[in-house]
């Protein structure tokens, strides 16, 4: 009888370790979603900024040679 306990509390055991880890993985996947969201978010910022500038110098008919 106390091996087929210990085999249950065993396999209780490795399924809670599962779960436990399975959780960790899907807080840093949420994380690293979010990371990227606001990386991407601060790029098109600064695509804008750069094309507002291009803009600009266009307008203005300047080169950026000496």
């Given at each position: 009888?106390?091996?087929?306990?210990?085999?249950?509390?065993?396999?209780?055991?490795?399924?809670?370790?599962?779960?436990?880890?399975g959780?960790?993985?899907?807080?840093?996947?949420?994380?690293?979603g979010?990371?990227?969201?606001?990386?991407?978010?601060?790029?098109?910022?600064?695509?804008?900024?750069?094309?507002?500038?291009?803009?600009?110098?266009?307008?203005?008919?300047?080169?950026?040679?000496?």
């Amino acid at each position: 009888m106390l091996w087929p306990m210990l085999a249950v509390a065993l396999g209780f055991l490795g399924i809670a370790v599962l779960g436990l880890l399975g959780i960790r993985v899907f807080v840093e996947a949420r994380r690293l979603g979010l990371e990227v969201a606001r990386t991407t978010e601060r790029i098109n910022r600064a695509a804008e900024d750069l094309e507002r500038a291009a803009t600009g110098l266009a307008r203005t008919g300047e080169t950026l040679r000496p």
